[in-house]
């Protein structure tokens, strides 16, 4: 199996800054993605950018410019460094990971969710 763990919510103004971290562990090969999605009170999950191991990123339209993904592939982490924080970004963030796995010799593939972490912009 593959945990995620995230770090880093928190309450801030509008107009401030967070930054969220991510580390998978388990008996991981390799991973292929990894993401950071997020739910607000009411509505749907909704991806918020993700990073392939070449790093190659992809952004919601409502966060491009002010957010920014990165992930270091040695530790297995991913983070998200979040600038000029709205209000509409309170949710629940999520981080995501895809690839492969190995338990008894045997490879398998993965999608594993971390348990979420809040972020709150409220002044």
């Known amino acids: 199996q593959v945990q995620l763990v995230e770090s880093g919510g928190g309450l801030v103004q509008p107009g401030g800054s967070l930054r969220l971290a991510c580390k998978a562990s388990?008996?991981?090969?390799?991973?292929?993605?990894m993401g950071w999605y997020r739910q607000a009170p009411g509505k749907q999950r909704e991806m918020v950018a993700v990073?392939?191991?070449?790093?190659?990123?992809n952004y919601a339209d409502s966060v491009k410019g002010r957010f920014t993904i990165s992930r270091d592939n040695a530790k297995n982490m991913v983070y998200l460094q979040m600038n000029s924080l709205k209000p509409e970004d309170t949710a629940v963030y999520y981080c995501?990971?895809?690839?492969?796995?190995?338990?008894?010799?045997?490879?398998?593939?993965?999608?594993?969710w971390g348990l979420g972490t809040q972020v709150s912009v409220s002044s």
């Open positions: 990073i392939t191991s070449g790093g190659s990123t």
């Open positions: 388990g008996s991981i090969v390799s991973i292929n993605a």
């Open positions: 995501n990971a895809v690839g492969i796995t190995k338990s008894d010799y045997v490879f398998h593939n993965f999608n594993s």
